[in-house]
């Protein structure tokens, strides 16, 4: 299983980017993904996460409301929205895959890991 994460750059505060992480290969019949960031310095978080139906979600508290995890299980793609972005927002963002439907809540339920993709807010 490979997870492919795109869609990072620079932007100013305030502004939004859309991440995408594509899953290939052998995938499970039903899977939950994660999006995590790690900034320089700090550990690894976790910032959203869904389940296979899409119905249950998870958010880090300071990103509610400005962050949105979808996914389309068709093309095998999830996607994290985010949406006035901070300069605290900046760090490397990770997608994961947990086999299973539920959404997992430790890092330690992810089963695959993909490349990370830089995301940088300027003040």
């Known amino acids: 299983v490979q997870l492919q994460a795109s869609g990072g750059g620079l932007v100013q505060a305030g502004g939004s980017l859309r991440l995408s992480c594509v899953v290939s290969?052998?995938?499970?019949?039903?899977?939950?993904m994660g999006w995590f960031r790690r900034a320089p310095g700090k550990e690894r978080e976790r910032v959203a996460a869904?389940?296979?139906?899409?119905?249950?979600?998870y958010y880090k508290d300071s990103v509610k409301g400005r962050f949105t995890i979808s996914r389309t299980n068709a093309k095998n793609t999830t996607f994290l929205q985010m949406n006035g972005l901070k300069p605290e927002d900046t760090a490397v963002y990770s997608c994961?895959?947990?086999?299973?439907?539920?959404?997992?809540?430790?890092?330690?339920?992810?089963?695959?890991w993909g490349q990370g993709t830089l995301v940088t807010v300027s003040s």
């Open positions: 869904i389940s296979w139906s899409g119905i249950s979600t």
């Open positions: 994961a895959l947990n086999r299973g439907p539920r959404l997992a809540v430790s890092s330690w339920e992810y089963d695959y």
């Open positions: 290969g052998r995938t499970p019949g039903t899977f939950g």
